[in-house]
């Protein structure tokens, strides 16, 4: 049963979250300040092997890391969802809400999902907010994506198999600001998470 308590004669339906700890005092804790790190890209682009091995690099620097992406998501919270453009939307719309708790308890947040439009981006960065969004673009080329696909995908979506497939019958809207490019058709893993790094460290390290 909510506790209405009133607060300037305004019902207060939850004021469980005036007594809850801070994100400061989960940063204080951790000894790090918390950020979202928003990876955009094509299918087969890079986004969950640069993911990795950032959070391997944070880690080894004693900054806890949460990675979100289709296996932990589509396989769970969001297993309910198709591939439609509503199910698209709602699924980065739970995405999102999930990383804000994780930032809100100072972790240092990676998701690695296609998310296809700068819409439903922008919803992701107003609802984890946009001072703690870094949107990282993995820029690889089509051509390079489809080359390293050994599922098939892409050829299965050109023989019209797959529907709605992102970047051959659904477009994707390149980030017009992101905060980082990486084409991984052209920098090393290493190159790719030194520029992570230098993007990422002087957030989350407290002085």
Known sequence: MHDTTTQGGTP??????????????????????SVMVWFTGLSGSGKSTVA????????????LCRILDGDNIR??????????????????????????LFVDAGIITIAAFISPGREMRAMAAKIIGADDFLEVYVSTPIEECERRDVKG??????????????????????????????????????????????????????P
């Not at 990795?52 to 900054?63: D, F, Q, S, T, V």
């Not at 969001?78 to 719309?93: P, W």
């Not at 019958?169 to 790719?192: G, V, Y």
């Open 153 to 206: 995908l892409y050829a299965k979506a050109r023989r019209g198999e797959i529907g709605q497939f992102t970047g051959v019958s659904a477009p994707f809207e390149e980030p017009l600001h992101p905060a980082l490019t990486l084409d991984t058709s052209r920098l090393s893993l290493e190159e790719s998470v030194r520029k992570l790094l230098e993007l990422v460290l002087p957030k989350a390290q407290r």
């Open 12 to 33: 207060h339906i939850y004021p469980i979250f005036d007594r809850m700890l801070s994100r400061a005092d989960k940063e204080e804790l951790l000894h790090q300040h």
């Open 52 to 63: 990795i091995a950032l959070e391997r690099e944070l880690h080894k620097r004693g900054l």
């Open 75 to 100: 396989c769970g919270i969001n297993n309910n969802l198709g591939f439609s453009e509503a199910d698209r939307v709602e699924n980065i719309r739970r995405i999102a809400e999930v990383a804000k």
